[in-house]
């Protein structure tokens, strides 16, 4: 085992006697059962600690390169095996990519699960980030395991997302017990749940942004994420106002190549980069696939396309905020709270980010860099909302990050938000950011 997996397997050892994940159990489990003596079980041990340094491998390789990008062969190489010994432990890569996975939303539910102990859900709130930013903390020391970038978990096949996603799903209900108060009603669920999405996609989308910082500034960066989101970003006595004379985007025409973008980032958002072929969106546009690829050569160019598309939307969106409104915050607000509202509508959605991954290193290094002016921008505006009077005194890049966050999540808030939609989106979801998670 290489030095950099040591701490993590000792970990492991420590708090899962060497068994990782649910796969990890099963293995174990079946050799008992199936009659092993006391004198197979260290080969047994043996094999479920190889399997999770092949897991903690994967993980770190899965996140550089992404799902797609990394094969089998690359992670046998990196643990010293080849293809036939790897195949041992994992048959197919997908069968590597939910074990990864599973074992990294275990080890999020495991820090999840120590949030329910606070006395009220304020305090439940700043355990759970503080859960949170432990595991950061330790996945770089090496005294915890690296876990998985969970944007990529749309490229699962059926049977394996029929593993995955219900484990995910209950880690959701976990932050939305940890938010409850005594006294929210049931017709309160649909913001018990936007609140929830709200909080679980800041703290799992900050893996984007957190590397930014070196280990000694995590303590404060920790403290000016908890402020900003209890506090907000409105100055006190401010008042936001959505635009009322603000129109729906229109629908672009499916025979268009704009109704064909806007296909392909829906279907690359739910689907993920496999499940959106070039194939399947001309058929749900009732076009042929000849009909397109006058524009594309390929599939990674249509994922660069998309991106086009809505960094488009981003720009247009910042632009007009900042020619109609006459501060800061208020333009930070309507910005965001168009691309939200756009978001539940047909019109909508804008490309996760991670489907960048999909595309090779070169063409993706760019692409992160305007999404990264594109957040600047937010910033700039926390910052100017801080000089005119309007924004409170917060932490202006990490404001930025958050309402970059905010935009981003907003596509799935529908599917964890029951009762959302565009009327009530920006109540649900983007005055918690500017007035504080529990205003």
């Known amino acids: ?47 479920a600690q190889k399997r999770e340094q092949i897991v903690q491998t994967a993980v770190r390789k899965f996140n550089l390169l992404g799902v797609r990008g990394a094969t089998l062969e690359d992670i046998a190489r990196d643990v010293g095996m080849n293809l036939t010994s790897i195949r041992h432990y994992f048959r197919r890569k997908e069968d590597l990519v939910a074990a990864s996975f599973l074992h990294s939303i275990e080890a999020h539910a495991e820090r999840f699960e120590r949030a329910r102990e606070g006395a009220d859900r304020e305090a439940r709130v700043r355990r759970l980030v503080r859960e949170y930013f432990d595991m950061r903390r330790d996945i770089r020391t090496g005294a915890g395991p690296d876990v998985m970038i969970f944007g990529d978990m749309r490229a699962l096949n059926d049977q394996h997302a029929a593993d995955v996603w219900p484990r995910y799903t209950e880690l959701f209900r976990t ?28 703290l799992i989308r900050s893996v984007f942004w957190l590397p930014y910082y070196p280990d000694e500034a995590l303590d404060r960066v920790e403290r000016m994420f908890v402020d900003i989101l209890f506090n907000g970003l409105a100055a006190p006595g401010q008042e936001l106002r959505e635009n009322a004379s603000e129109q729906p985007a229109e629908l672009p025409r499916q025979s268009s190549w704009e109704g064909f973008l806007l296909a392909a980032t829906r279907l690359i958002n739910e689907q993920g980069y496999r499940g ?22 390929g599939k990674g160019d249509l994922v660069v396309a998309c991106f086009n598309r809505t960094l488009g939307l981003l720009k247009d969106a910042q632009n007009q905020a900042i020619t109609r409104e006459p501060t800061g915050l208020a333009q930070a607000f309507a910005a965001v709270s168009a691309l939200v509202r756009q978001q539940q509508t047909p019109a909508g959605p804008l490309l996760r980010n991670s489907a960048l991954m999909s595309v090779d290193p070169v063409t993706r290094e760019p692409m992160q860099r305007q999404i990264a002016q594109v957040t600047l921008r937010f910033a700039d505006m926390v910052t100017d909302g801080q000089l005119d009077g309007s924004g409170r005194a917060c932490d202006a890049r990490i404001a930025g990050e958050m309402l970059m966050a905010t935009v981003s999540s907003a596509a ?5 938000a029951n009762g959302s939609n565009a009327e009530n989106a920006v109540e649900l979801y983007v005055r918690p950011m500017f007035h504080g998670l529990f205003a």
């Open 1 to 47: 085992m290489s030095l950099t997996l040591a701490p993590a397997a000792e970990y492991h050892e420590r708090k899962h006697q060497a068994v990782i994940g649910i796969a990890g159990a099963r293995v174990i489990k079946a050799d008992l059962s199936d009659g092993s003596s006391a004198a197979d079980r260290p080969q047994s041990a043996r094999f």
């Open 412 to 416: 799935q808030l529908k599917g964890w």
């Open 175 to 202: 932050v939305r017990t940890i938010i409850r108060a005594p006294e929210d009603k049931a017709e309160d669920r649909a913001m018990i749940s936007a609140r929830a999405h709200f909080l679980m996609s800041h």
């Open 276 to 297: 959106a072929s070039v194939e399947r969106i001309a058929a749900e546009l009732n076009r042929t696939k000849g009909a397109f690829y006058h524009h594309i050569d």
